[in-house]
């Protein structure tokens, strides 16, 4: 199915796998909305999407732990492109730690932006979607969301929740109102997401396991979104599970 013409709002679009998905979606003839709180970083892509992709890009800066920022986002989405066919939840921290050193401030954020920020955004689109029967909502989880991990007690807690959330929202919403609802569930990915981690422990014990391994890129996460817009309305993709070719777990 051809998403050319369609709209999508992405979240976290300021880098990495947010980024990525915006410029493949683009290049596919779409419309994308894009919002995170870097306006600088959104303009950039902005003229970059401009420049070399079929598809028109909106700025609308934004957090993803404010309700109301979500309520202009989908005021914002509507006037300019007249439609909200899809939403990609892929705002989220991981400041990995080790749950003895207490870093409770950064379990409180990774809650408000991880869980709390999926469930904003799902609150502020879905209206349109039941009104008009047909919508994508994409919520990017984590490999990390099946496999717990020494270090990751509350980043895959979150990421668990965003799992069966996701499945949970596709029983409700599918068969009654053709809202099809898909988790993205990467491994390791060449992102941004490691600068956020503090934990002196965690930075020199599973970080450098990771750097020994070829990672995934974020673009290779931008064609799995892909994938699952572009199939036809018969077909939710329910999970995309993706993993680094060398990493075990």
């Known amino acids: 199915m051809s998403i050319k013409g369609?709209?999508?709002?992405?979240?976290?679009?300021s880098s990495g796998i947010g980024?990525?998905?915006a410029l493949k979606l683009a290049k596919e003839g779409a419309n994308v909305v894009l919002t995170a709180r870097r306006e600088?970083?959104?303009?950039?892509?902005?003229?970059k999407i401009d420049k070399e992709n079929a598809g028109k890009a909106l700025v609308v800066p934004g957090d993803v732990t404010s309700k109301n920022d979500f309520k202009n986002l989908v005021e914002k989405t509507k006037a300019e492109f007249n439609s909200l066919d899809g939403l990609i939840n892929n705002a989220g921290l991981m400041p990995l730690s080790y749950v003895k050193n207490l870093h409770t401030?950064?379990?409180?954020t990774m809650v408000d932006v991880n869980i709390k920020g999926v469930l904003n955004g799902v609150a502020a689109v879905?209206?349109?979607?039941?009104?008009q029967k047909s919508g994508n909502i994409i919520n990017i989880s984590s490999s990390a969301g099946r496999k717990m991990y020494p270090g990751g007690a509350v980043y895959c807690a979150t990421k668990s929740a965003v799992r069966m959330f996701s499945e949970g929202l596709?029983?409700?919403?599918?068969?009654?109102?053709?809202?099809?609802?898909?988790?993205?569930?990467?491994?390791?990915?060449?992102?941004?997401?490691?600068?956020?981690?503090t934990d002196e422990e965690i930075k020199e014990g599973l970080l450098s396991n990771f750097k020994e391994m070829t990672p995934l890129e974020a673009e290779d996460i931008a064609e799995s979104i892909f994938y699952a817009l572009s199939q036809p309305k018969r077909a939710n993709i329910n999970d995309v599970y993706i993993m680094p070719t060398e990493q075990e777990q």
Not at 170 to 184: G, Y
């Open 170 to 197: 596709r029983q409700e919403l599918a068969p009654k109102f053709n809202i099809n609802v898909t988790s993205i569930e990467p491994g390791f990915v060449s992102t941004e997401l490691t600068d956020t981690i």
């Open 6 to 13: 369609k709209t999508y709002v992405i979240t976290g679009a």
């Open 19 to 21: 980024e990525a998905t």
């Open 40 to 47: 600088d970083r959104l303009k950039e892509l902005k003229s």
């Open 126 to 131: 879905l209206p349109t979607m039941m009104e």
């Open 105 to 108: 401030e950064e379990w409180d």
